[in-house]
Every structure is written in C-alpha cells, then in structure tokens.
C-alpha cells in the first residue's frame, strides 16, 4: 500500500512537472466548475405546509425525497419577528405563518438538508452583524444573502452607488467573520439609471468582489426583459448561487387575448431553462436554487417542487 501511494505521489508530480502554471490553474478551475451542483429550495416556498413543527418534519422530509440537498432560509421565518412581518406578507398574499417560532436548528438537522445560505436584510447585518455571522455559523453555512430593498430607488444612479457603499460595507465585515455576502436580485434591479446601464450592472461595477458577490435570479432578470444568459456571462465567477423558476399560465378555456403569466414548475413553462442552468454551471455555481412563490399545481407547494425535481435531477 506504501508503495502505491508513492507511485500515485510521482504520476502526479511528473503529470504535472510539464504543465505551465497557467495550465494547472487552469485544470484547477475547470475541476472546480465541474463539481456537482448542489439542488436546493427555498423556504418561502415551503411556508403553508411547515405551520407547525409536525408539519415541517414531515415537509422537509418529502423535500428530502424528492431529491433536494440543500435549503435556503429566510432569517424573518426562523426568528421570531415583530407583529407586522406577518401582518405584511399576509397583505402581498403570501403569508409567512408562525415558522418563526419553530427550532430550525433541530429541524435542519434531522432532515439531513444542508443550508445553502441565510436570506436577511441589510439594516440586520449592519446593526448587529454578530449575531447574523453567528447564526450563519450555527446553521453551518458559508452564505448570507440580502435581497433589494424598497428604501433605494433603483432608477436613481446616486441611490444605487449608495446602496452599493452599503453593500461593500456590510460584505467586509461579513468577510471578517469568515461569512460570504451576495445580493439577490428581482426585476427592479434592471432599470436603466445612467448612460444606458441597468441599476444591476452598477451594483457589478461598484461592489467590491473581494466583499459582495451575487445569488442571480433569472426568473426575475427574464421578467423584466433582460437576456438572463448574458446577465450571467457578464457575473462570471462572481456568480456563486442561482435561482430558478419556470413562468407560465395554467388556466384552461377561452380567455382574454392577453392572459397573465405566473411560476411555474420547471420545464412546464415557457423560459428556456436548459441555457440558464449549463450557464450556471459553467460559471462554477454551488447551487441551483428553486423557488416558486405560488401558482402551484393543484395549489400544493409539495407537488410543485416534487415535479421542478424531475427537471433538477435531470439536467444537473
């Protein structure tokens, strides 16, 4: 056995004795972007079904099942919140429910799903930055993700740049903490504010890559009209988690000549999800996130992400 790993020890130091370092980076990066894709979903999916802590067993199990690795959570459904966070999503039609109250540590940890990354607004990290790397500490993950913020007016190019002064900040005191700080984009990002550049393309430019780095929603880039493969070649390698979703409409009969389009199961709407996902790989992503906020079939969060898991196990 000795005699093999010497022998294995030389193979690679000749292999590699003729290569030039920029063929070893090179190699390095090519075998980072092709580790597997981790497949995840999001919490906010999950809130009418994990009410209680029997329900969210049973939940995070199926999501198990289905073929799910990984989680994304949502700081305001893991703490107890104020009175008005439920009272707000209630109002926008997506109520949050009492998720809050439950240990999500415990949960977590029996289910056997790994948290890709924490979702948390900017003013907690900014306030009580300890707290938010200690909590990413004791979910085990390497992420925390903000996502925009209603207090910034992304058509104003002076907004913008301060958002993203904000945003280098809160990331170098994260990166302190040994935590990775990404923003989360929707649609509104991509407004232009000044000579012809969208409010995301200045957030890229003005963001500190060492600081902050991006979880891209193509859904919400694709809704607002924008190329989302090339939004994603512009991110590159700063480009560290994805979500995804589908668009679509289910409705049956004869409708209005312009009908609204909503979520979707992966592959059961019309965006062209196969570019986006091999985009995202390419650029060397640790996971591909699903997240559909409703419009489920047959109004159930649980067979929508059981039927984008099809989808997910066949094309990462």
Request: charged share 20%; net charge neutral; hydrophobic share 40%.
């Amino acid at each position: 056995m000795r005699n093999l790993f010497v022998i294995c020890g030389l193979v690679l130091c000749f292999g590699l004795a003729g290569q030039s370092n920029t063929e070893i980076g090179n190699q390095m990066e090519t075998n980072q972007k092709s580790e597997k894709v981790m497949q995840a979903i999001q919490q906010f999916q999950l809130r009418p079904v994990i009410g209680n802590e029997k329900k969210a067993r049973q939940t995070l199990q199926l999501v198990k099942e289905a073929g799910y690795e990984g989680i994304e959570l949502n700081g305001f459904m893991i703490r107890k919140m104020p009175i008005i966070v439920p009272i707000i999503t209630w109002m926008a039609g997506m109520p949050i429910g009492t998720s809050g109250r439950l240990n999500w540590l415990k949960l977590i940890d029996e289910s056997g799903l790994k948290v890709v990354s924490i979702h948390d607004d900017l003013n907690t990290i900014l306030k009580n930055p300890q707290k938010v790397i200690d909590e990413a500490n004791a979910f085990k993950t390497d992420f925390v993700v903000v996502t925009g913020m209603f207090q910034y007016d992304y058509s104003s190019f002076v907004d913008v740049c301060e958002l993203a002064e904000q945003l280098n900040l809160a990331g170098k005191i994260l990166n302190a903490g040994g935590v990775h700080f990404l923003y989360h984009n929707h649609n509104t990002e991509f407004r232009r504010v000044k000579n012809g550049k969208t409010a995301y393309e200045v957030l890229i430019e003005k963001t500190n890559p060492e600081y902050v780095n991006f979880e891209f929603d193509a859904y919400w880039a694709t809704d607002a009209g924008c190329d989302a493969v090339e939004v994603m070649k512009m991110l590159g390698t700063r480009m560290k988690l994805m979500h995804i979703n589908d668009r679509g409409n289910r409705q049956k009969g004869k409708m209005s000549s312009i009908i609204k389009s909503d979520g979707m199961e992966l592959g059961y709407g019309n965006i062209n999800l196969i570019p986006l996902v091999e985009t995202a790989k390419a650029n060397g992503v640790k996971a591909i996130i699903l997240e559909t906020h409703r419009n489920w079939v047959d109004n159930s969060p649980v067979k929508s992400f059981q039927l984008s898991a099809e989808f997910l196990k066949k094309n990462l």
